[in-house]
T-cell receptor, first 112, second 117 residues
Framework: TQLLEQSPQFLSIQEGENLTVYCNSSSVFSSLQWYRQEPGEGPVLLVTVVTGGEVKKLKRLTFQFGDARKDSSLHITAAQTGDTGLYLCAGAAEEYGNKLVFGAGTILRVKS | DTGVSQNPRHKITKRGQNVTFRCDPISEHNRLYWYRQTLGQGPEFLTYFQNEAQLEKSRLLSDRFSAERPKGSFSTLEIQRTEQGDSAMYLC???????????????FGSGTRLTVV
C-alpha cells in the first residue's frame, strides 16, 4: 500500500490543455514536495509546501497543499510538450523519520 | 558545485556477481539517501546517512545490501550475490537538514541503472 496515492497514473493530453494531478494520503505531512523526472534521469525538485492551505505558483504550474496537510495538487495551465515527464509527490513526516516517501507518480504526455 | 554525482551510470552484471555504486553528494549537505526505483514506480527508500552515521535501513533491504559513508562525504552501495530482482535504477540524493527535522528538498543524482542478467 502506497503511503501517497497519486492520480491519475497516466495522462495524455494535447498541447494547450490544462490538467490537474492529485496526491492523497491518510497521513499528515510536515512538508510535501513535487518532483519531475525524465527518462534515465533522477527526479528534479519543483516545489516544497509546508503550510496547510499553501498555494505556490511556478510559471504555469500551481501547487496546493491541503488544509489538513494530507493532500496536494499540481495544476498545469496551457501544457507544453516540454512538460512531458513523470511527476512525483513526496512527503516528509516525523513518523517516517523525516525521510521522503514517494508516490508512484503520474506519467504526463503532452502531444503537439 | 556540480550537484550529486553517481557512478557508474549503467552497470550490467551476471547473476551472483557483486556490484558497487558510488555517490558524491553536494558538499554542504549533511544527509545522503539511497533509493531504488523500478519502472512505473516512485523511488523506494533504502537507507540514509547523517554525516557518517547510517541512521536507518529499510526493512526491505536484504543483508546482501550494504552502504557506507566513511568520512561523511561520498557513499558507496554494494550489492552482493546479485539477483535478477535487483535490476532497477539506484538513486542517490542529498539534502541539508535544518533545525527540528525541517527538510527542504532533495537533490538527486542521475542514478545508476543496474541490469542483472
Amino acid at each position: 500500500t502506497q503511503l501517497l496515492e497519486q492520480s491519475p497514473q497516466f495522462l495524455s493530453i494535447q498541447e494547450g490543455e490544462n490538467l490537474t494531478v492529485y496526491c492523497n494520503s491518510s497521513s499528515v505531512f510536515s512538508s510535501l514536495q513535487w518532483y519531475r523526472q525524465e527518462p534515465g534521469e533522477g527526479p528534479v525538485l519543483l516545489v516544497t509546501v509546508v503550510t496547510g492551505g499553501e498555494v505556490k505558483k511556478l510559471k504555469r504550474l500551481t501547487f496546493q497543499f491541503g488544509d489538513a496537510r494530507k493532500d496536494s495538487s499540481l495544476h498545469i495551465t496551457a501544457a507544453q510538450t516540454g512538460d512531458t515527464g513523470l511527476y512525483l509527490c513526496a512527503g516528509a513526516a516525523e513518523e517516517y523519520g523525516n525521510k521522503l516517501v514517494f508516490g508512484a507518480g503520474t506519467i504526463l504526455r503532452v502531444k503537439s | 558545485d556540480t550537484g550529486v554525482s553517481q557512478n557508474p551510470r549503467h552497470k550490467i552484471t551476471k547473476r551472483g556477481q557483486n556490484v558497487t555504486f558510488r555517490c558524491d553528494p553536494i558538499s554542504e549537505h549533511n544527509r545522503l539517501y539511497w533509493y531504488r526505483q523500478t519502472l512505473g514506480q516512485g523511488p523506494e527508500f533504502l537507507t540514509y546517512f547523517q554525516n557518517e552515521a547510517q541512521l536507518e535501513k529499510s526493512r526491505l533491504l536484504s543483508d546482501r545490501f550494504s552502504a557506507e559513508r566513511p568520512k561523511g562525504s561520498f557513499s558507496t552501495l554494494e550489492i552482493q550475490r546479485t539477483e535478477q530482482g535487483d535490476s532497477a535504477m539506484y538513486l542517490c540524493a542529498s539534502s541539508l537538514l535544518l533545525g527540528q527535522g525541517a527538510n527542504y528538498g532533495y537533490t538527486f543524482g542521475s542514478g545508476t541503472r543496474l541490469t542483472v542478467v
